[in-house]
Antibody, heavy 120, light 108 residues
Framework: QLQLQESGPGLVKPSETLSLTCTVS??????????WGWIRQPPGEGLEWIGS???????YYNPSLKGRVTISVDTSRNQFSLKLTSVTAADAAVYYC????????????WGQGTLVTVSS | EIVLTQSPGTLSLSPGERATLSCRAS???????LAWYQQKPGQAPRLLIF???SRATGIPDRFSGSGSGTDFTLTISRLEPEDFAVYYC?????????FGPGTKVDIK
């Protein structure tokens, strides 16, 4: 059974970099058929797709994040990571990692989510 | 960017009643690439429907999706107590892949 687990600091200072990791168990991140992605949800608000990446590269990023985001894969650890630079209060959210099929950008598998607060 | 609008914002119903949720897109969604999710407090969203009308694995048949182009509907034929939640639509026909603002189904 596939499981996704987010980890990382729950508090980030304004202007600094948010860094989260998703650990994949019950499946290989190097599978040919899947993209690995991040979605976020500000408290009490809706969902925003941050981006997704294939295990060997080819990332997709939401243009709304204006070059602040990087998603990378560590196949040796079966993990993928999110970095979001120059954070502001608007980046405070629950961050979910996820898996979806190549060419089918809906999400059957989600992590439980991790709350990130932005405050000095 | 395709903007999704969901209505109503809140739907107050009783268990056993039928729920009809609407999702409207600002432009036509190619190949009916529209999904529906259910989210309960403190939980990740759960995929219910993809391809506008295909139920995801393990989803009860009281959930059904329909529509094409710009107008889509999620129907819950008879509400069970566990169905009271927030429901989101999502389009994956063109990037950026966007979600609607959600419809809350609460107990009347």
């Amino acid at each position: 059974q596939l499981q996704l687990q987010e980890s990382g600091p729950g508090l980030v200072k304004p202007s600094e970099t948010l860094s989260l990791t998703c650990t994949v168990s019950g499946g290989s991140i190097s599978s040919n058929n899947y993209y690995w992605g991040w979605i976020r949800q500000p408290p009490g608000e809706g969902l925003e797709w941050i981006g997704s990446v294939y295990y060997s590269g080819s990332p997709y990023y939401n243009p709304s994040l204006k070059g602040r985001v990087t998603i990378s894969v560590d196949t040796s650890r079966n993990q993928f990571s999110l970095k979001l630079t120059s954070v502001t209060a608007a980046d405070a959210a629950v961050y979910y990692c996820a898996r979806h099929q190549i060419q089918l950008w809906f999400i059957p598998y989600w992590g439980q989510g991790t709350l990130v607060t932005v405050s000095s | 960017e395709i903007v999704l609008t969901q209505s109503p914002g809140t739907l107050s119903l009783s268990p056993g009643e039928r729920a009809t949720l609407s999702c409207r897109a600002s432009q036509s969604i190619s190949s009916s690439y529209l999904a529906w999710y259910q989210q309960k407090p403190g939980q990740a969203p759960r995929l219910l429907i993809f391809g506008a009308s295909s139920r995801a694995t393990g989803i009860p048949d009281r959930f059904s999706g329909s529509g094409s182009g710009t107008d889509f509907t999620l129907t819950i034929s008879r509400l069970e107590p566990e169905d009271f939640a927030v429901y989101y639509c999502q389009q994956y026909g063109s990037a950026p892949f966007t979600f609607g603002p959600g419809t809350k189904v609460d107990i009347k």
